[in-house]
Protein backbone atom coordinates (compact mmCIF):
# COMPACT_ATOMS: atom_id res chain seq x y z
CA UNK A 1 0.00 0.00 0.00
CA UNK A 2 1.56 3.89 -0.66
CA UNK A 3 -0.56 6.57 -0.60
CA UNK A 4 1.50 9.45 -2.16
CA UNK A 5 0.36 13.40 -1.67
CA UNK A 6 1.39 16.18 -3.76
CA UNK A 7 -0.07 19.78 -4.58
CA UNK A 8 0.87 21.75 -1.37
CA UNK A 9 2.72 25.08 -1.27
CA UNK A 10 2.62 28.57 -0.42
CA UNK A 11 -0.39 30.71 -1.08
CA UNK A 12 -2.23 33.81 -0.14
CA UNK A 13 -5.04 34.19 2.41
CA UNK A 14 -8.08 33.82 -0.03
CA UNK A 15 -6.62 31.69 -2.52
CA UNK A 16 -7.12 28.22 -3.23
CA UNK A 17 -5.38 24.95 -3.97
CA UNK A 18 -5.64 21.80 -4.92
CA UNK A 19 -3.78 18.37 -2.93
CA UNK A 20 -3.66 15.15 -4.80
CA UNK A 21 -3.32 11.45 -3.41
CA UNK A 22 -2.01 9.13 -6.32
CA UNK A 23 -3.09 5.20 -4.33
CA UNK A 24 -1.45 2.18 -5.03
CA UNK A 25 -0.95 -1.46 -3.96
CA UNK A 26 -4.62 -2.29 -3.15
CA UNK A 27 -8.21 -1.63 -4.75
CA UNK A 28 -8.68 1.80 -3.86
CA UNK A 29 -11.95 1.97 -5.38
CA UNK A 30 -12.60 -0.76 -2.14
CA UNK A 31 -12.02 1.55 0.18
CA UNK A 32 -13.56 4.76 2.02
CA UNK A 33 -10.32 7.54 1.91
CA UNK A 34 -9.49 10.79 4.44
CA UNK A 35 -7.93 13.89 4.50
CA UNK A 36 -6.33 14.70 7.98
CA UNK A 37 -4.42 17.62 8.77
CA UNK A 38 -1.70 18.92 11.29
CA UNK A 39 -1.05 22.22 11.70
CA UNK A 40 2.42 22.95 13.27
CA UNK A 41 3.19 21.70 16.41
CA UNK A 42 -0.33 20.88 16.85
CA UNK A 43 -2.37 17.90 16.90
CA UNK A 44 -4.51 15.77 13.93
CA UNK A 45 -7.42 16.86 12.86
CA UNK A 46 -9.37 15.54 10.41
CA UNK A 47 -10.42 17.06 7.93
CA UNK A 48 -12.63 14.98 5.27
CA UNK A 49 -13.85 11.91 3.89
CA UNK A 50 -15.66 10.04 1.18
CA UNK A 51 -16.63 6.58 0.36
CA UNK A 52 -15.77 4.11 -1.33
CA UNK A 53 -17.79 5.14 -4.64
CA UNK A 54 -17.97 8.93 -3.75
CA UNK A 55 -21.71 8.64 -2.43
CA UNK A 56 -21.44 10.27 0.61
CA UNK A 57 -19.11 12.78 1.85
CA UNK A 58 -18.36 14.40 5.07
CA UNK A 59 -16.52 17.74 6.03
CA UNK A 60 -15.03 19.44 9.35
CA UNK A 61 -17.22 22.27 10.29
CA UNK A 62 -13.80 23.98 9.98
CA UNK A 63 -13.71 23.43 5.93
CA UNK A 64 -17.10 23.11 5.18
CA UNK A 65 -18.20 25.42 2.53
CA UNK A 66 -14.59 25.96 1.63
CA UNK A 67 -13.34 22.66 0.87
CA UNK A 68 -14.00 19.98 -1.59
CA UNK A 69 -13.40 16.16 -1.58
CA UNK A 70 -13.68 14.23 -4.50
CA UNK A 71 -11.90 10.81 -5.76
CA UNK A 72 -11.41 9.68 -9.40
CA UNK A 73 -11.68 5.68 -9.02
CA UNK A 74 -10.45 5.00 -12.75
CA UNK A 75 -7.31 6.87 -11.83
CA UNK A 76 -6.64 5.73 -8.14
CA UNK A 77 -6.66 8.83 -7.01
CA UNK A 78 -8.02 11.59 -4.20
CA UNK A 79 -8.39 14.94 -4.45
CA UNK A 80 -9.20 17.92 -2.25
CA UNK A 81 -9.83 21.23 -3.31
CA UNK A 82 -9.40 24.00 -1.21
CA UNK A 83 -10.63 27.55 -1.32
CA UNK A 84 -11.07 30.61 0.79
CA UNK A 85 -8.04 29.23 2.46
CA UNK A 86 -7.18 31.18 5.68
CA UNK A 87 -3.63 31.29 7.58
CA UNK A 88 -5.28 28.45 9.91
CA UNK A 89 -5.66 26.27 7.02
CA UNK A 90 -1.78 26.28 7.66
CA UNK A 91 -0.58 22.16 7.72
CA UNK A 92 0.83 19.17 6.58
CA UNK A 93 -2.15 17.34 4.80
CA UNK A 94 -2.67 13.71 4.98
CA UNK A 95 -4.69 11.20 2.95
CA UNK A 96 -5.10 8.31 4.98
CA UNK A 97 -7.30 4.93 4.21
CA UNK A 98 -9.95 3.66 5.93
CA UNK A 99 -10.57 0.08 7.23
CA UNK A 100 -13.03 -1.50 9.59
CA UNK A 101 -13.27 -4.49 11.94
CA UNK A 102 -17.24 -5.56 12.19
CA UNK A 103 -16.83 -6.94 16.18
CA UNK A 104 -17.18 -6.24 18.27
CA UNK A 105 -19.08 -3.11 16.45
CA UNK A 106 -18.19 -2.00 13.06
CA UNK A 107 -15.15 -0.23 14.37
CA UNK A 108 -12.97 1.94 11.78
CA UNK A 109 -9.88 3.12 11.96
CA UNK A 110 -7.10 5.05 9.49
CA UNK A 111 -4.61 2.28 8.87
CA UNK A 112 -2.53 3.52 5.63
CA UNK A 113 -1.36 7.21 5.73
CA UNK A 114 0.49 9.15 2.80
CA UNK A 115 3.52 11.16 3.72
CA UNK A 116 2.03 14.16 3.86
CA UNK A 117 2.06 17.67 1.61
CA UNK A 118 2.57 21.00 3.61
CA UNK A 119 0.18 23.92 2.83
CA UNK A 120 1.22 27.27 3.96
CA UNK A 121 -1.25 30.14 3.65
CA UNK A 122 0.59 33.41 4.16
CA UNK A 123 0.72 36.60 2.87
CA UNK B 1 -18.28 16.55 18.69
CA UNK B 2 -16.77 14.16 20.85
CA UNK B 3 -13.50 15.54 22.86
CA UNK B 4 -11.00 13.29 23.67
CA UNK B 5 -8.36 14.47 26.25
CA UNK B 6 -4.86 12.60 26.58
CA UNK B 7 -2.45 12.69 29.82
CA UNK B 8 -0.02 13.57 30.47
CA UNK B 9 0.43 16.19 27.16
CA UNK B 10 4.55 14.76 27.48
CA UNK B 11 7.07 12.17 29.65
CA UNK B 12 10.10 11.53 29.78
CA UNK B 13 11.25 7.80 30.01
CA UNK B 14 14.05 5.46 30.02
CA UNK B 15 14.74 2.26 28.13
CA UNK B 16 13.16 -0.96 29.63
CA UNK B 17 10.33 1.83 31.52
CA UNK B 18 7.20 0.70 31.12
CA UNK B 19 5.04 3.23 29.91
CA UNK B 20 0.86 4.17 30.40
CA UNK B 21 -0.74 6.75 28.82
CA UNK B 22 -4.24 7.63 29.19
CA UNK B 23 -6.91 8.70 26.85
CA UNK B 24 -10.43 10.24 27.92
CA UNK B 25 -13.36 10.73 26.04
CA UNK B 26 -16.20 13.56 26.54
CA UNK B 27 -18.50 10.90 26.05
CA UNK B 28 -18.76 7.24 25.98
CA UNK B 29 -17.56 5.87 22.92
CA UNK B 30 -17.55 2.03 23.59
CA UNK B 31 -14.67 0.34 22.19
CA UNK B 32 -14.27 2.80 19.06
CA UNK B 33 -10.75 4.07 20.35
CA UNK B 34 -7.87 3.75 18.00
CA UNK B 35 -4.00 4.56 18.98
CA UNK B 36 -1.46 6.57 16.36
CA UNK B 37 2.16 6.63 16.82
CA UNK B 38 3.73 9.69 14.91
CA UNK B 39 7.56 10.19 14.60
CA UNK B 40 8.89 13.80 13.80
CA UNK B 41 8.26 14.46 10.09
CA UNK B 42 6.44 11.24 9.36
CA UNK B 43 2.98 9.69 8.79
CA UNK B 44 1.12 8.32 11.80
CA UNK B 45 1.39 4.80 11.78
CA UNK B 46 -1.68 3.10 13.35
CA UNK B 47 -0.50 0.95 16.52
CA UNK B 48 -3.99 -0.56 18.18
CA UNK B 49 -7.52 -0.40 17.17
CA UNK B 50 -10.81 -1.35 18.72
CA UNK B 51 -9.22 -0.30 22.09
CA UNK B 52 -7.32 -3.73 22.13
CA UNK B 53 -6.14 -5.28 18.67
CA UNK B 54 -2.77 -5.24 17.96
CA UNK B 55 -2.83 -3.88 14.09
CA UNK B 56 -0.49 -6.54 12.33
CA UNK B 57 3.03 -5.69 12.69
CA UNK B 58 3.13 -3.97 15.96
CA UNK B 59 5.20 -5.44 18.43
CA UNK B 60 3.52 -6.85 21.26
CA UNK B 61 5.32 -4.79 23.91
CA UNK B 62 2.48 -2.40 22.76
CA UNK B 63 -0.93 -2.80 23.93
CA UNK B 64 -4.34 -0.98 24.42
CA UNK B 65 -6.98 -1.60 27.16
CA UNK B 66 -10.18 0.34 28.07
CA UNK B 67 -14.36 1.49 27.07
CA UNK B 68 -16.74 3.92 27.51
CA UNK B 69 -14.63 6.99 28.05
CA UNK B 70 -11.10 5.97 29.71
CA UNK B 71 -8.54 4.15 27.84
CA UNK B 72 -5.62 3.53 28.67
CA UNK B 73 -2.04 2.69 25.98
CA UNK B 74 1.25 0.47 27.24
CA UNK B 75 4.82 0.21 26.86
CA UNK B 76 5.88 -3.03 28.24
CA UNK B 77 9.27 -2.16 27.94
CA UNK B 78 10.45 0.99 26.20
CA UNK B 79 13.07 0.31 23.30
CA UNK B 80 14.67 3.22 21.24
CA UNK B 81 12.35 3.46 18.05
CA UNK B 82 9.32 4.14 20.73
CA UNK B 83 10.38 7.61 21.21
CA UNK B 84 7.38 9.53 19.06
CA UNK B 85 4.54 10.45 20.03
CA UNK B 86 1.33 9.21 20.14
CA UNK B 87 -2.05 9.96 19.66
CA UNK B 88 -5.86 8.59 20.53
CA UNK B 89 -8.50 8.75 17.93
CA UNK B 90 -12.16 7.81 18.53
CA UNK B 91 -14.23 6.60 15.74
CA UNK B 92 -17.74 6.40 17.13
CA UNK B 93 -19.16 9.30 15.63
CA UNK B 94 -18.45 11.63 12.73
CA UNK B 95 -16.15 13.69 12.88
CA UNK B 96 -13.54 11.49 14.07
CA UNK B 97 -11.71 13.47 16.49
CA UNK B 98 -7.80 12.59 17.66
CA UNK B 99 -6.30 13.62 21.61
CA UNK B 100 -3.93 15.99 21.50
CA UNK B 101 -0.81 13.94 21.32
CA UNK B 102 2.03 12.58 23.87
CA UNK B 103 5.42 13.33 23.26
CA UNK B 104 7.54 10.59 24.61
CA UNK B 105 10.71 11.47 25.23
CA UNK B 106 14.41 9.90 26.66
CA UNK B 107 14.84 10.70 29.87
Known amino acids: VDLVESGGGLVKPGGSLRLSCAASGFTFSSYKMNWVRQAPGKGLEWVASITSRGNYIYYADSVKGRFTISRDNAKNSLYLQMNSLRAEDTAVYYCAREDFVVEPDTIRYFDYWGQGTLVTVSS | DIQMTQSPSSLSASVGDRVTITCRASQSIASFLNWYQQKPGKAPKLLIY???SLESGVPSRFSGSGSGTDFTLTISSLQPEDFAAYSCQQTYSTPPTFGQGTKLEIK
Open chain 2, 50 to 52: AAS
